[in-house]
């Protein structure tokens, strides 16, 4: 199961990085954005990098975040390894299990109380993995 977020205002980086945030105290999610597309080596994207040397370069990624603990353990799963498209959204929760709908609806409400100092809004959806993203 996913959770697509679709960001609506001039600045979403800051957005993205309150999201980023959110997500890497939340163990049960891994995650994929824009920002992490446009910044995640191309070994990676192209299925030649290490997973050791995917761990070094989120350790890097997110020790440039405020307020993250960041640990080797938790680099080594946040960023997901479905290597899918984000279409049309900004940012992506890939549940490592598939959630129930309180733990849905909380997300959601942690996602608008985060992003709510940016001056974002959030359009969010669940959705089944893939389905929507299968074209390459």
Same mark, same amino acid.
């Given at each position: 199961?996913?959770?697509?977020?679709?960001? #609506? &205002?001039? #600045?979403?980086?800051? +957005?993205?990085?309150?999201? =980023?945030?959110?997500?890497?105290?939340?163990?049960?999610? &891994?995650? @994929?954005?824009?920002?992490?597309?446009?910044?995640?080596?191309?070994?990676? /994207?192209?299925?030649?990098?290490? +997973? /050791?040397?995917?761990? *070094?370069? +989120?350790?890097?990624?997110?020790? /440039?975040?405020?307020?993250? *603990?960041?640990?080797?353990?938790? &680099? !080594?799963?946040?960023?997901?390894?479905?290597?899918?498209?984000?279409?049309?959204?900004?940012?992506?929760?890939?549940?490592? =299990?598939?959630? %129930?709908?309180? /733990?849905?609806?909380?997300?959601?409400?942690?996602?608008?109380? %985060?992003?709510? !100092?940016?001056? &974002?809004? +959030?359009?969010?959806?669940?959705?089944? @993995?893939?389905?929507?993203?299968?074209?390459?």
């Amino acid at each position: 199961m996913n959770t697509m977020i679709k960001l #609506e &205002c001039e #600045e979403k980086e800051k +957005a993205i990085e309150k999201l =980023e945030e959110l997500a890497y105290n939340m163990s049960e999610v &891994c995650i @994929l954005n824009r920002s992490i597309m446009d910044k995640i080596p191309s070994a990676y /994207q192209s299925g030649t990098m290490s +997973a /050791q040397g995917m761990t *070094d370069w +989120a350790v890097g990624y997110f020790a /440039q975040i405020e307020n993250v *603990d960041v640990s080797e353990e938790r &680099c !080594s799963k946040i960023v997901s390894k479905s290597k899918e498209k984000l279409a049309d959204y900004d940012f992506m929760f890939e549940w490592f =299990e598939e959630p %129930t709908g309180a /733990q849905k609806r909380d997300l959601e409400e942690e996602i608008k109380a %985060t992003i709510e !100092s940016t001056g &974002c809004k +959030a359009t969010i959806e669940h959705m089944k @993995l893939s389905f929507f993203l299968l074209n390459f």
